[in-house]
């Protein structure tokens, strides 16, 4: 990515240029390969805002099987259009109640595989994948900068790439109107914020899910908020610079970088994905925030 006046060289890994836009796709499909076929004969299901379920979604089109996901009322119609064209019957619940999927991992009338957007072993080690291509790509790679939504992204990069090179840093990205995971390492315990959708809607939330903390904490050097004002106007760079297209939460890594994060040397960006619904493009490349 050039950038001026930056003492890093920034790189950017784009898992937006997936067959779904996003990352998603490698957790779904391992959890897919690992499952029990009884479960998955009687239908899959997740709870996503919209790039998980589309990940579970692609999987489930290809083996035949049903499909519903669980998405939050705020979830953009990009998302939805998209699980919708694969075949997948999304269910808007209030925000709360989505997350409360997260934790119970049940919701009324759904049944079989129930695919966990994060907190899930196969998932995270399908996320792994990209911190293994990392070090293929650039073996003298400094920091890894990775946006966190439920964790399971960064688990499993933060893994793969400790695993063989622990003298990488990597940090958790997040938006400021959301970031439960810099207070929670600070506490050194959970902590509950403040909650304010934007449209950097792939990320952020009110808390940290404790089995994920228990995790994350052991495995990441920081994390860092950017503000929605700096993640459009990285959304607007990649654009400009790169002609690449990033949702909000696939650029709360390159804005993280722009601010310093990750130091000097070779940073690398997960861009996590690139589903944003063409007016917010359109805004965003007028200098507003959508």
């Known amino acids: ?8 060289e920034i ?20 959890a897919f390969a690992m499952a029990d076929p009884a479960d998955l004969g009687r ?14 979604a692609w999987c ?16 953009p119609e990009a998302k939805l259009g998209a699980i919708r064209r694969m075949g997948a019957r999304p269910i808007a619940v209030p925000v709360e109640d989505w997350f409360e999927v997260f934790a119970t991992r ?33 073996p003298e790679v400094d920091a890894v900068l990775v946006p966190y939504g439920g964790g399971g992204l960064i688990a499993g990069v933060a893994s793969a790439v400790k695993g063989l090179k622990p003298e ?3 940090y958790a990205c997040e938006v400021d109107t959301a970031a439960p995971v810099g207070p929670s390492l600070a506490a050194g315990r959970p902590v509950e914020v403040p909650f304010v959708p934007t449209f950097v809607d792939g990320i952020g939330a009110p808390r940290v899910f404790p089995e994920m903390f228990d995790l994350v904490r052991t ?30 939460a696939g650029a709360a890594s390159v804005a993280a970088a722009l601010a310093g994060t990750g130091g000097p040397g070779k940073v690398v960006c997960v861009v996590s994905g690139g589903n944003i619904d ?8 007028r200098g507003e925030v959508p």
């Open 106 to 138: 049940r919701f009324p009338g759904l049944d079989g595989l129930f695919v966990h957007p994060f907190s899930d072993p196969n998932v995270m080690a399908g996320n792994g994948t990209i911190g293994l291509e990392i070090l293929e790509d650039l």
């Open 1 to 8: 990515l050039p950038v001026d006046d930056s003492p890093a």
């Open 11 to 30: 790189y950017v890994k784009l898992e937006n240029l997936q067959s779904i836009g996003s990352f998603k796709i490698r957790g779904a499909a391992n």
């Open 219 to 248: 495995l990441v050097d920081g994390a860092v908020a950017s503000s929605v004002e700096d993640i459009a106007a990285a959304v607007k760079l990649l654009i400009e610079r790169n002609r690449v297209v990033a949702e909000g």
């Open 168 to 170: 990488v840093r990597v």
């Open 278 to 285: 063409p007016a917010k493009v359109a805004a965003i490349l």
């Open 60 to 75: 489930a089109r290809r083996l035949g099987l049903p499909c519903s996901v669980v998405v939050p009322e705020t979830a």
């Open 43 to 56: 239908g899959v299901w997740t709870a996503s805002a919209g790039n998980m379920a589309q990940g579970v």
